[in-house]
């Protein structure tokens, strides 16, 4: 399994365009084959910050999600947007198992 998680801030001019794109590329990308759990949501409190969260079955699912169209267009609108802090991991191997 790999993760993807980190976080994205935006100016709070683009935040609003942030999250209507990210909407739309989620909406996409959670039929992608090898997305098993893909989530971008804004941070309570911080309304222009973003949670990444992604979880897929390996690294080629993930560079075939970097190639699509849909992901294309999402990055387009973050370079227009004004992103001024992308912290990005990727976490790799690992069992995933429930806490309790």
């Known amino acids: 399994m790999l993760i993807v998680t980190g976080t994205i801030e935006i100016t709070p001019e683009g935040a609003e365009a ?3 794109a990210a909407q739309e590329m989620v909406a996409e990308t959670v039929k992608e084959a090898g997305c098993t759990v893909y989530e971008f949501s804004q941070i ?3 309304a222009n910050r973003f949670r990444v969260y992604e979880e897929w079955e390996s690294q080629a699912a993930l560079e075939a999600h970097f190639a699509t169209p849909h992901m294309a267009t ?3 609108v ?3 947007v004004g992103v001024t802090e992308s912290l990005i991991y990727r976490i790799t191997g ?3 198992k429930p806490l309790r």
Do not use: E, I
């Open 18 to 20: 942030a999250r209507k």
């Open 74 to 76: 999402f990055q387009a």
């Open 94 to 96: 690992g069992d995933k």
């Open 78 to 80: 973050l370079g227009k």
């Open 44 to 46: 309570l409190g911080h």
